[in-house]
């Protein structure tokens, strides 16, 4: 049996395709499987990708006329060709898309040679590739309760998946987390990231809002800054006398999030998953240009009084320094945040998602 998967750009829809990708291969020894992503994936330099890769010519399309977009209708066309040929030449049973344009060649193409397919999204808000693909699919996977109200006419497809997360992210206890860095004990400990590709605004809002702040001293930060900011994110630490162990890039993460007391963090799905799977109170910054989908799914954790969110603009005003003080000096409200994510269900998603897809295939 061959199961051909399709994911986007961000880290939001790769890791979960890995993820999926990884169960399949250590449950079912005799599925081949091959993995598509957009060619510009190849600049992220994600190093487990692995060599089941191929890649096709995708951009995103907007709804203006300048060279721009001229060229992404043109590597549309170009996409649809290279589709073409990996499906002939694998010929999957099943395609798995997790996303974005990229998946809209592959799913057409395979629809029109009645290969079966399943797309599964990872927003509470779908994006418009699930809403038009959703017509051709056999299965919709989704990863809250509250995306079925925005695909009501596809009731009958929807499947409850949850959001599948990296086999490698596991609990530890807070003590063995913090040893992994080397941090202290009884230092309040602060993960601080942006997103699979980064954000310059909240690697600076945040070390505006630690250099202002009283308790910078009391504090130890995990930070991943992303290549961009990296040596200066470093070198602003070493300046600040602030105990930080900074990263490009960390595979580890469960270390991270064990060790964490407080996470700020954009709001994209993947890491909403992973912060509910770690129960850690957050701070959300949605990333203003994916605005409706982020704040979404940062809502989620704000009606279980587990998170706070900040507008990205409010970076440049003291907020984001007030709410992490308030919630340093109040262990106990902390501990109240914490507890909140008793109140949802969290899926074996990678299981549920191939127990579908497997069932399909033989249907």
């Known amino acids: 049996m061959k199961i051909l998967v399709v994911a986007g750009l961000s880290g939001g829809h790769i890791f979960p395709a890995l993820s999926f990708l990884e169960t399949l291969k250590g449950n079912k020894k005799n599925i081949a499987t091959l993995l598509i992503l957009p060619k510009k994936v190849k600049q992220l330099n994600i190093p487990f990708l692995g060599d089941e890769v191929r890649y096709i010519s995708i951009s995103p399309i907007r709804l203006r006329l300048n060279l721009k977009n001229i060229s992404a209708i043109f590597n549309l066309l170009k996409g649809f060709l290279e589709s073409l040929f990996i499906l002939v030449r694998f010929r999957p049973d099943i395609v798995v898309g997790f996303g974005s344009i990229v998946c809209v060649p592959v799913f057409l193409i395979a629809w029109l ?103 910078r001293f009391y504090l130890q930060v995990i930070h991943l800054s992303g290549q961009e900011d990296f040596e200066l994110i470093k070198k602003s630490y070493s300046y600040l006398k602030i105990q930080a162990k900074v990263f490009i890039f960390l595979k580890e993460m469960g270390f991270a999030y064990s060790a964490s007391d407080l996470i700020i963090s954009r709001a994209g799905a993947t890491t909403i998953a992973e912060v509910i799977f770690y129960k850690i109170p957050a701070i959300l910054i949605p990333y203003p240009f994916a605005y409706q989908h982020q704040l979404a799914n940062a809502l989620i954790l704000q009606k279980l009084g587990t998170a706070f969110i900040i507008k990205d603009d409010e970076l440049e005003t003291d907020r984001l320094r007030k709410i992490m003080e308030d919630l340093i000096r109040d262990p106990e409200r902390l501990k109240k945040m914490a507890s909140g ?19 399909l295939m033989i249907s």
């Open 113 to 215: 040679f009645r290969i079966k397919t399943v797309i599964h999204e990872q927003n509470v808000i779908p994006g418009r590739a699930t809403h038009f693909l959703s017509m051709f699919a056999e299965r919709i996977a989704i990863s809250f309760v509250q995306t079925e109200n925005y695909l009501r006419t596809f009731k009958s497809k929807i499947v409850f998946t949850g959001n599948p997360l990296r086999k490698d992210l596991t609990r530890y206890d807070k003590k063995t987390a913090l040893n992994f860095f080397g941090f202290k004990h009884d230092r309040f400990t602060m993960l601080v990231m942006g997103g699979s590709q980064a954000s310059h605004r909240i690697n600076f809002g945040f070390l505006k809002a630690i250099s202002d702040s009283s308790y």
């Open 341 to 359: 994510y008793s109140g949802i269900y969290i899926p074996e998603a990678n299981k549920i998602l191939m127990n579908e897809v497997l069932s």
